[in-house]
């Protein structure tokens, strides 16, 4: 075989390679994308490891990793090897995680009901009352078709001798699923005719069944059937997958303030009015769910939520309190409580661990501490994992101590060997490097029992030797390619067909929250584009050292809030500040990070064409910033014309629905305060109508191909402030602001904005003879009129519509 | 036997600074049926008029109202009256009870045939985290082989002697390291206290939540709403089962305690709990009244506060 490849790939080692079987030897599952590699010419795979970074990137897939000092976002790293397992292999993987998960459903099921294997003594009695996530209010909940785990995941290793181990299982909301959705995606596309070749198993029917089981179990009434998708918010460090998955399986994503209790059902708030729920898929804890009833201090939940399942009136998934299986100190206690339950062994055994609250298991954790990790016996712990070879004589007495003290918290655990899988080394042209692996794998409850999704999140770890893998440190990620002797299930996650009563019209899905959202992403995106051009037409006149032009462009720069009030001394560098640095008030780049914030908070909205324009542009602002106007310039152009292109999105790629209404209404709100301030400025200013003013309306072209002479004020005001088919005039922002409003109007009742109407009702009535000129008062008036009164319509839409999106339960407690 | 027939008010009152859109309560307010306590009359009257309203029994047995009010309202009043009988213990002998350690080591077996009822008690819960500190506190009345009855006597005395009552001392949050600190608190904080020192050393306390009766002075009417529901604590001790220990007035409580409900802490039974929409700030007056039956029927005529609340 070639070598070249395996020239660094270590040959033997303490460790099972996923790759070869002796050194020199591959398993014959890996051959085939061995020889692809092999036979790969260097440019070939550059290009494979190119593509894998663009698609994470312009995907926006991310993970947050929290107290990242280059902020919350962090992009997704995958390795563009996949992990591959031979259908044999998997057949048995898969049936021990179905086994386990009809287990731990059963001791779900038991807990929150009569508690037999407490009564039996196969449950110690610490492991559930001692356990913060037993949640005593959803004791005694039935919950739908006896189904408390809909989606499980397990956490597996591979031990030196091959076989397959349980880490640790993960039953209240697992993550991963929609990262290794999105993983092979990418992997299936730079290896597309391998993966077609090696029948490797298709991932789209696993989710087909999860989405399926849900509706089935889901009560019904009050309109057709709907599934959210709970998230805690934008700032998780699985926000994206939510946003992912929540548009995959075609259900809303909504966070707590988007839901509401009434009647004992839960409810989605739209701006046209409720809409019923009937199963939310969460991604929020257990104990954050209910203000009401569980966390207090929880603001993320719906007061009420547990009530609404205790009624049976909402399906939630996983069920309530499920955290309780997560927790190392069950593991031990698996194999009898399978034995009871299901009548077979447990068929993939869990990593050695014991459980201190046994006195024989504290005492020989104590004994043989230098071989073992010791961990909290349940999450909610504030305990640090500690191995104890680390420990120097101190820190180990000190931690017996308090292992002695409390010994029911901890739980000693064997050193795992992970298996190690090969990497593309990225820094070298052709060379594989051995990483430790880990997989997850999920279930999900199907008709027929559990399903497992065939494939899986790799993941591995950021060195050869590492203990533990997390993508909270640095660690990458893998496609898993389950390969089959038969056929591959092509079944793609397309809707099933629709009856006439699910058709859905415009509008109909949004929630406040995502209007308000649209609002402002309207309104930033106006802010952003006004600023750039202003900024580039200042930039400009200051190159050109034009001083009464300059004059009238600082001070409306000032009046935008582009510059500080007083005058600055290099007013050179602060343009530049205004125009690039995120920490200067006011500045475009701050308005460029707003407005990447709010598009944040819409990504599951945007199409990825919107998202890509804002990504490059927030990219562009992270990178080494210019100091020659030239190419600040250059910047001003790209931000205009990424302004122009989401823009186009905006009016070419969105339905007519209440949420573009309110987008555009934001746009214009913005754009009629902007041309306001900058008429009344240029009317202020003496002299000439100046050319700048044409710009930054961009109406340049419009005015030379009419008038082919230089700019004078009364063609000018004519096109700007009266002309209606002019989309940048004052009278096309305030007619379709009036226009918008009667249609709000028609389908929510009456809006009052008096101060729009009587100032729209005066800009219709304006004489061109006597009106448009410098010295009119009346003119000057009338748009400073205008002006406030779109700042007014926009608390006033606030009020209106938005104020309930974000309203704020607070707890009452009576204290004696 | 010997009974008292008790007639008792719990009045809450919230008044908020701005009008709240929803309110969703829960409220712990109806007494437990208990082989020595009756509830012969109970109701809870509640303005404004709650949209929704329901009852049922919380996984401790006590009985809990969910109510929702959905119309803007600035005030909210929650009157809870209950008519209960409590029969007297008296001059019982004192119950014969195991060395604390043997409980201890018989509840943490691992093992068929586990005590479960009483494990619930074990550990921490979500105002009671068992600490170092406290166990060392309780272990100076926790002798070696003493036993549990006669050393939770013990503790309950030490705790009267060396805390004093100062409503002003803490929060519903101050935490029992705390308190251990300043010694000072409420009748919640001091069953809060010697709760985590039994669970500290591995023995099972439950909170009980009531009311108390106490005396006006000498020559003087009863005033209403001069009393405050109450808290103790209850220990289990096997072959007597749960045990009473009041220790803010260092009594074993009696005919003169009324049990509502009992849980791990002061979250599981609070008296009225809830979630609003709007209200801004707000003040909560809270009052009780306990009247012996005979009392009782003295001074309803005298006293408006004894009917049911209007609103304003």
């Not at chain 1, 209007?515 to 106006?526: D, T």
Request: net charge negative.
């Amino acid at each position: 075989m070639p070598r070249q490849l395996l020239e660094h790939y270590p040959q033997t080692g303490p460790r099972y390679d996923e790759l070869l079987s002796a050194p020199w030897t591959l398993r014959p599952h890996w051959r085939a994308l061995f020889d692809t590699l092999v036979r790969a010419r260097p440019e070939q795979m550059q290009e494979r490891l190119a593509s894998v970074r663009r698609q994470i990137r312009e995907n926006g897939v991310t993970y947050n990793v929290y107290a990242d000092p280059r902020g919350v976002e962090r992009p997704w790293e995958l390795d563009v090897l996949p992990l591959v397992i031979p259908p044999d292999e998997w057949a048995r993987i898969s049936a021990a995680i179905a086994q386990r998960a009809r287990l731990l459903n059963l001791i779900l099921q038991d807990v929150y009901g009569p508690q037999q294997m407490l009564a039996e003594g196969l449950l110690p009695p610490a492991l559930v009352y001692g356990h913060a996530g037993f949640l005593r209010p959803c004791h005694g909940l039935k919950v739908p078709g006896a189904i408390h785990l809909h989606l499980y995941a397990a956490d597996l290793a591979r031990s030196p001798d091959g076989g397959w181990w349980v880490l640790a299982d993960r039953t209240q909301a697992p993550s991963g699923a929609g990262y290794s959705l999105e993983n092979r995606l990418v992997i299936s596309r730079v290896f597309s005719e391998q993966f077609r070749d090696l029948h490797v198993e298709h991932l789209a029917s696993f989710f087909a069944t999860l989405r399926d089981t849900l509706a089935q179990h889901a009560p019904e009434g009050d309109g057709p059937p709907l599934t959210v998708l709970l998230t805690p918010g934008p700032y998780n460090e699985t926000y994206f997958e939510h946003a992912y998955l929540a548009r995959y399986l075609g259900f809303p994503l909504v966070e707590g303030s988007d839901l509401l209790v009434r009647d004992g059902k839960v409810w989605l708030k739209h701006l046209s009015g409720l809409r019923r729920v009937h199963a939310v898929l969460r991604r929020l804890d257990d104990d954050f769910c209910d203000p009401l009833e569980l966390r207090a201090d929880s603001a993320l939940g719906v007061p009420g939520l547990v009530d609404a399942a205790r009624r049976g009136n909402v399906l939630i998934a996983n069920a309530l309190g499920s955290n309780l299986l997560e927790s190392g100190a069950l593991l031990g206690f698996l194999p009898r409580l399978c034995e009871r339950l299901l009548g077979e062994p447990l068929a993939m055994p869990s990593l050695a661990t014991w459980w201190c609250g046994e006195e024989a298991a504290l005492e020989d954790a104590i004994a043989r501490l230098d071989t073992l990790v010791i961990k909290p016996a349940f999450p909610q712990l504030r305990i640090d994992s500690v191995f104890g070879a680390d420990l120097d004589r101190k820190s180990r007495a000190a931690l017996i101590a308090k292992m002695r003290a409390r010994p029911h918290h901890y739980v000693a655990q064997e050193l795992v060997q992970l298996s190690q899988a090969p990497v593309w080394d990225t820094q070298h042209p052709r060379r594989l490097a051995a990483r430790a692996v880990g997989l997850r794998v999920f279930a999900c409850a199907s008709p027929d029992g559990y399903a497992v999704m065939p494939g899986g999140l790799a993941r591995v770890a950021s060195e050869r030797d590492a203990r533990v893998i997390a993508m909270q440190r640095g660690g990458s990620s893998k496609d898993t390619w389950v390969l089959t002797h038969g056929t591959v299930n092509t079944f793609s996650l397309l809707r099933r067909s629709v009856s006439p009563a699910e058709l859905v019209r415009a509008g109909s899905n949004l929630s406040s929250r995502v209007v308000e959202n649209l609002f402002w992403f309207g309104r930033y995106c106006e802010r952003c584009d006004n600023g750039a051009r202003l900024l580039r037409a200042t930039i400009a006149q200051h190159i050109e050292l034009d001083d009464i032009r300059k004059h009238a462009l600082t001070a409306l720069c000032r009046h935008n809030g582009l510059l500080p009030a007083e005058p600055v001394e290099d007013i050179g560098a602060a343009l530049r500040a205004a125009a690039l640095d995120p920490a200067a008030p006011g500045s475009l780049a701050g308005g460029l990070h707003q407005l990447s914030n709010v598009a944040f908070t819409l990504r599951e909205r945007m199409s990825l064409d919107n998202w890509r324009v804002i990504s490059r542009l927030t990219d562009e602002l992270n990178t080494a910033q210019p100091t020659e106007p030239g190419e600040v310039l250059e910047r001003l152009d790209h931000c205009v014309q990424a302004m122009m292109t989401l823009s186009g999105f905006a009016l070419d790629g969105m339905t007519r629905d209440q949420g573009w209404r309110f987008l555009s209404m934001g746009r214009r709100i913005e754009r009629l305060q902007f041309m306001c301030g900058v008429l009344r400025h240029a009317l202020a200013a003496a002299g000439d109508a100046p050319d700048w003013l044409l710009e930054l309306a961009d109406s340049t072209i419009t005015y030379r191909s009419r008038y082919m002479t230089r700019p004078q004020w009364l063609p000018v005001l004519d096109l700007l402030v009266c002309d209606e088919t002019n989309p940048r005039s004052v009278a096309y922002q305030a007619l379709g602001l009036t226009d918008y409003l009667a249609r709000l109007a028609a389908q929510f009742g009456a809006l009052e904005p008096a101060a729009l109407s009587d100032a729209v009702a005066d800009l219709l009535s304006l004489r061109p003879e006597a009106d448009l000129h410098t010295g009119s008062t009346r003119l000057d008036a009338l748009l400073a009129r205008l002006g406030s009164a779109a700042y007014a319509l926009s608390e006033q839409l606030g009020l209106r519509f938005f104020s309930h999106a974000d309203g704020v339960w607070t707890g009452t407690e009576e204290r004696r | 036997m010997t009974q008292v027939r008790y007639h008792v008010l719990h009045e809450t009152r919230y008044r908020y600074a701005w009008p709240v859109s929803t309110s969703r309560q829960l409220l712990h307010l109806t007494p437990r049926e208990t082989p020595r306590q009756k509830t012969l009359a109970h109701r809870v009257d509640i303005t404004p008029l709650p949209a929704e309203r329901e009852s049922r029994n919380d996984y401790f047995g006590n009985l809990v109202e969910h109510f929702s009010v959905s119309a803007a309202h600035e005030e909210l009043a929650v009157l809870a009256t209950s008519n209960v009988d409590v029969t007297r213990i008296g001059d019982a002998p004192m119950p014969q009870s195991p060395a604390w350690e043997h409980v201890r080591d018989r509840l943490h077996q691992v093992g068929p045939a586990p005590l479960l009822e009483p494990c619930q008690f074990l550990y921490a819960s979500p105002h009671i985290e068992p600490l170092a500190a406290l166990a060392r506190y309780a272990r100076l009345d926790f002798h070696r082989e003493r036993p549990l009855f006669d050393a939770a006597c013990a503790l309950m005395r030490r705790i009267h002697r060396d805390f004093e009552f100062d409503p002003d001392a803490t929060t519903v949050s101050t935490p029992l390291e705390t308190l251990l600190k300043q010694r000072r608190g409420v009748c919640q904080d001091f069953a809060h206290f010697m709760i985590g020192c039994l669970r500290s050393l591995g023995l099972p306390a439950r909170y009980v939540s009531g009311y108390l009766l106490t005396q006006p002075p000498p020559g003087q009417p009863r005033l209403i709403g001069a009393d405050a529901s109450h808290a103790w604590v209850s220990v289990f001790c096997p072959g007597a089962g749960w045990l009473d220990f009041d220790p803010t007035n260092c009594v074993q409580p009696d005919d003169q305690h009324i049990t509502v409900a009992w849980g791990r802490d002061f979250s599981d039974v609070t008296p009225m709990r809830g979630v609003i929409l709007g209200g801004g700030e707000h003040a909560v007056e809270v009052r009780v009244t306990v009247m012996p039956e005979d009392d009782a029927r003295l001074t309803r005529t005298a006293a408006g506060a004894a009917q049911p609340l209007e609103p304003e």
